[in-house]
């Protein structure tokens, strides 16, 4: 279990894990959706394009080692905490699909390309 690193610790605070180990929180309200804070952490990380990344949820179940739940755009994120009923689960800024085309997300954006690096390398 990941309990340690619990996604929701604070009321009103999401934690999301980034893959060079730094840790971004966000404070929300029932307003708040994920796309709100996909465009912070655009901002944060000085990415211009995020289409191949995306909040997920990752958490670990008894009948498999890791699991990770994909976030919509338009998903509060009140509701995605209140809906959750694992324990333990962490919020992470991961790869959603892999460019068709690396070299040209190298070109249009080298810090997205830098972090999907990360991810894959």
Known sequence: MLKKEALLL?????K??????QIKSF???G???????MVTLQDRLSLRHIEHFALVLEYS???QSHQFLLLQDKQPLAH??????????????RVSFFPKDPVELLRRDPAAFEYLYIQVG
């Open 10 to 14: 604070i009321p009103n605070v999401l």
């Open 16 to 21: 999301v894990f980034l893959e060079n180990g």
């Open 27 to 29: 404070t929300f309200d």
């Open 31 to 37: 307003r708040t959706t994920v796309k709100d804070v």
């Open 61 to 63: 179940s008894p009948e």
């Open 80 to 93: 995605v905490v209140q809906r959750t009923h694992y324990h333990g689960m962490r919020c992470l800024f």
